[in-house]
T-cell receptor
Framework: AQSVTQPDIHITVSEGASLELRCNYS??????LFWYVQSPGQGLQLLLK??????LVQGIKGFEAEFKRSQSSFNLRKPSVHWSDAAEYFC????????????FGPGTRLSVLP | DTGVSQDPRHKITKRGQNVTFRCDPI?????LYWYRQTLGQGPEFLTY????????KSRLLSDRFSAERPKGSFSTLEIQRTEQGDSAMYLC????????????FGSGTQLSVL
């Protein structure tokens, strides 16, 4: 069964600084990979996804992520963080993007300092 | 697109009582999903429907949990004989069945079992 780890429970960055959130997965084949964001009191929103092809994917709100098969990683990056990016970020992996074979990581909470 | 709606936003109940939550998906979406999220964890899959058919249930789902989607539109999730361990955020999501669909999440129902 697949699993997802997000090593950082909580990250604090200053506004304007760059950001990288780590995601590692365990899966026997190339999975579908996703990043979702959850703001307080809001539902999860899809930032970006990887199914195949170019391993660097662009998402909404200026985020990007890179799939590295050799490292089983799918890290999320943003060159310059805005205060509105403060939220919980979830990496997810699966053979498809739903069902019990689609697993979310525990999340990384991002705080942004003014 | 009015988004995914969930009702109620909050529910407080006593142990042993039954509770029912409602989810109204985006109107043209034929897939509907239920997830559970506890503090510090990512969403955990419970079940999903395609139209009115319940196609998959989590292997971990207790038989005290039941979900319906009688007309392929809104869905209800019922928990019978609630336990304190059922306290969590219950999330609903919907999507179009395209194979690479994007999940749209509601804001959730926060259940507290006293």
């Amino acid at each position: 069964a697949q699993s997802v780890t997000q090593p950082d429970i909580h990250i604090t960055v200053s506004e304007g600084a760059s950001l990288e959130l780590r995601c590692n997965y365990s899966y026997g084949a190339t999975p579908y990979l996703f990043w979702y964001v959850q703001s307080p009191g809001q539902g999860l929103q899809l930032l970006l996804k990887y199914f195949s092809g170019d391993t660097l994917v662009q998402g909404i709100k200026g985020f990007e992520a890179e799939f590295k098969r050799s490292q089983s990683s799918f890290n999320l990056r943003k060159p310059s963080v805005h205060w509105s990016d403060a939220a919980e970020y979830f990496c997810a992996v699966g053979t498809r993007n739903y069902g019990q074979n689609f697993v979310f990581g525990p999340g990384t909470r991002l705080s942004v300092l003014p | 697109d009015t988004g995914v709606s969930q009702d109620p936003r909050h529910k407080i109940t006593k142990r042993g009582q039954n509770v029912t939550f409602r989810c109204d998906p985006i109107s043209e979406h034929n897939r509907l999903y239920w997830y559970r999220q506890t503090l510090g964890q990512g969403p955990e899959f419970l079940t999903y429907f395609q139209n009115e058919a319940q196609l998959e249930k989590s292997r971990l789902l207790s038989d005290r949990f039941s979900a319906e989607r009688p007309k392929g539109s809104f869905s209800t999730l019922e928990i019978q004989r609630t336990e304190q361990g059922d306290s969590a955020m219950y999330l609903c999501a919907s999507s179009l069945a395209t194979g690479t669909e994007k999940l749209f999440f509601g804001s959730g129902t926060q259940l507290s079992v006293l």
